[in-house]
């Protein structure tokens, strides 16, 4: 069978094909390279090709006999979201609606889908459940829980079967495959702690020191990006034993504080990082932690990494070996 995976040229979609690469499947990506980088991608056929442009969408599904969708592509922070909710509704709604229009004219009726833990908001309880009710807090967790209703919507119409994974906050690197995280400009806690330790930035900001949370900062579930990707082959598998739609959270059931990172980031370096106080970031939680019993149970999902500092270690080395990341080459095959 072949997958196509969408916004495979990313951070964890370049996880999931490289988890990919040990399966039968046959791999198809698409990703329009705004964010993601061409070598990124290890295996399989690749595309330049933005999901708003239907007619390149349906060439691709015409050339392929795909069978499923890993459907990860999307404009994905909470901030950005704030500010310009627009892009958000317009790429992960509208394109993403694009996607899904063209699978049913193709019959392709499989699809994993990346949501996140931002659909939650401020959560009532902690650790998350997936039966918790939805109520994010900005455009993009919105963008995302509508996604999952239309999916809903479809497999009650359609038939079209899908799983929809949400993420926690993923972090660490695949660094022995040459894979890692490279976002620019960079928002994420971990990259950052590290940009600093390797001397790229001068200090770090801690957005919030007065959270009602044991040291003042927010805490976080961090999953590594390889144990988040694998969930996504197990639910491949479930979706071609025809069972029933789903969603997951994918989180490692720890939290850790931005202190805390920071702290085990500096274990781990031997480096001094230089981190200070700074106002709160719009639109973050004080804490979100995943309870991801629910697809341990029903699809035997397992944590390989289940320590921080091993975490963060998979991350360093990325950054240390890699400090300017993939660089700027943007190739690939545009059709
Ligand atoms: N990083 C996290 O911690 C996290 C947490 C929860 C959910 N997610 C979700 O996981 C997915 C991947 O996140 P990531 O961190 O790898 O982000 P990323 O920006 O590294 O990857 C997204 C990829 O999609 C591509 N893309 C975006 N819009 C596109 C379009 N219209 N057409 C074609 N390609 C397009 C980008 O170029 C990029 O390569 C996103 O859907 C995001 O919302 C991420
Ligand atoms: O320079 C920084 C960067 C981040 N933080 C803090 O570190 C924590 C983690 O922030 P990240 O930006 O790394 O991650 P988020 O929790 O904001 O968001 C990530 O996980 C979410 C789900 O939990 C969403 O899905 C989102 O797409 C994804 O980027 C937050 O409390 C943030 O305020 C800092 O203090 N300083």
Not at 5 to 16: D, E, F, K, L, N
Not at 55 to 70: M, R, T, W
Not at 113 to 119: P, R
Request: glycine share 8%; aromatic share 8%; hydrophobic share 35%.
């Amino acid at each position: 069978m072949e997958v196509l995976v969408t916004g495979g040229a990313g951070y964890i979609g370049s996880h999931v094909v490289r988890e990919l690469m040990k399966t039968p499947y046959d791999i198809v990506v698409i990703d329009n390279l705004q964010k993601g980088h061409r070598e990124a991608v290890l295996a399989g056929e690749f595309y330049r090709c933005d999901l708003a442009d239907r007619q390149k969408l349906d060439e691709i599904f015409s050339d392929h006999d795909i069978g499923a969708v890993i459907h990860l592509a999307a404009d994905s922070l909470v901030g950005e979201s704030m500010e310009n909710p627009q892009k958000y509704y317009q790429n992960n709604l509208t394109a993403g609606l694009n996607l899904l229009e063209i699978m049913l004219e193709h019959n392709v009726m499989k699809m994993v889908f990346s949501s996140t833990a931002a659909v939650y908001g401020s959560p009532d309880n902690i650790p998350i459940e997936e039966s918790d009710t939805a109520k994010p807090a900005s455009p993009y967790g919105r963008s995302k829980l509508f996604y999952e209703e239309i999916l809903a919507d479809f497999d009650n119409a359609y038939g079209l079967g899908f799983v929809s994974l949400r993420y926690f906050n993923a972090c660490g690197a695949d660094y022995e495959a040459g894979i890692g995280e490279d976002h620019d400009p960079e928002t994420h806690l971990i990259p950052l702690v590290l940009k600093t330790a390797l001397r790229q930035r001068d200090k770090l900001k801690i957005f919030g020191t007065d959270y009602k949370t044991r040291d003042g900062t927010c805490i976080r579930d961090y999953i590594h990006v390889s144990d988040l990707a694998r969930a996504h082959i197990l639910a491949l598998e479930k979706l071609e034993e025809e069972g029933e739609s789903s969603i997951y959270n994918l989180g490692s059931g720890d939290g850790f504080s931005v202190k805390e990172v920071i702290e085990a980031a500096r274990e781990v370096t031997g480096r001094e990082i230089e981190a200070e106080p700074a106002e709160r970031r719009p639109g973050d939680p004080p804490v979100l932690i995943a309870s991801s019993e629910k697809i341990r149970k029903e699809l035997g999902w397992e944590r390989e990494y289940k320590d921080l500092k091993n975490i963060i270690e998979t991350a360093w080395r990325w950054h240390s070996s890699n400090p300017e990341g993939y660089g700027e080459s943007k190739t690939g095959k545009e059709i």
